[in-house]
C-alpha cells in the first residue's frame, strides 16, 4: 500500500455554480502535488461530471443537499471521494455507449460516465447508510520515476546542507555577502 503525502477536504453545496470552486480545488492539489497537466484535466473533467451527475439525478428532488469531497494523494496516485445523501446511483452498472449509434442518432448528452471510465483508472461505489461514496483513483503515469526521484532530491539537498553549513555559517557570522 502506497504512502499518504496529503489528504484534504471540501464540502459544498450541491449546486451547479459550486462546480468551478470543485474543479480549481482538484487542480490545486493535483497540479501542487506534480501530476502532469493532462492527469489534472483527466481528474478535473471527470468529478465535474460525477458532481453534475449527483446534483442533477442525485438530488433532483431534495433540497440544499452537500457533496463532501476528500481528496488523498499518494505516491503513485489521486484519490477522490464524493460523498453524497442523495439517490443511490452506482455507474460502474452503466455499460459504454456504441458511439457510431450514438452519433448516427444525434443524441446529445449521456457520455459523461464513459469518459470518467476513460479518464480514470477506477472507480469504486459504496453505499454506507444513507451516504453515497463514488472513489475516483487516477493513478500517477510516472509511478515508477517519482518515487525514485523525490527521495534523491531530498537526500541530495539534506548532503548538500551537510556538505556546506560552514560556509553559510561563515557568510552570516562575517556579514560578509
Do not use: W
Amino acid at each position: 500500500m502506497s504512502r499518504l503525502i496529503s489528504k484534504e477536504q471540501l464540502v459544498v453545496p450541491a449546486q451547479i455554480n459550486y462546480l468551478p470552486v470543485l474543479r480549481n480545488f482538484i487542480s490545486r492539489i493535483a497540479s501542487k502535488n506534480k501530476f502532469s497537466q493532462s492527469e489534472v484535466n483527466a481528474l478535473i473533467i471527470s468529478v465535474d461530471e460525477a458532481c453534475t451527475n449527483i446534483i442533477k439525478h442525485g438530488y433532483r428532488d431534495i433540497q440544499a443537499g452537500s457533496i463532501t469531497v476528500n481528496v488523498n494523494v499518494k505516491i503513485d496516485r489521486l484519490v477522490v471521494e464524493l460523498i453524497d445523501h442523495g439517490i443511490s446511483f452506482d455507474p460502474n452498472q452503466v455499460s459504454d455507449p456504441n458511439l457510431a449509434q450514438y452519433i448516427q442518432n444525434g443524441k446529445k448528452g449521456g457520455l459523461g460516465i464513459f469518459i470518467m471510465k476513460k479518464f480514470l483508472d477506477d472507480i469504486q461505489y459504496i453505499t454506507s447508510g444513507k451516504a453515497n461514496i463514488l472513489r475516483l483513483i487516477k493513478f500517477r503515469k510516472d509511478v515508477f520515476i517519482y518515487p525514485i526521484l523525490h527521495p534523491i532530491s531530498s537526500t541530495f539537498r539534506r548532503l548538500k546542507e551537510l556538505i556546506f553549513p560552514a560556509r553559510n555559517n561563515l557568510v552570516q557570522s562575517n556579514g560578509e555577502a
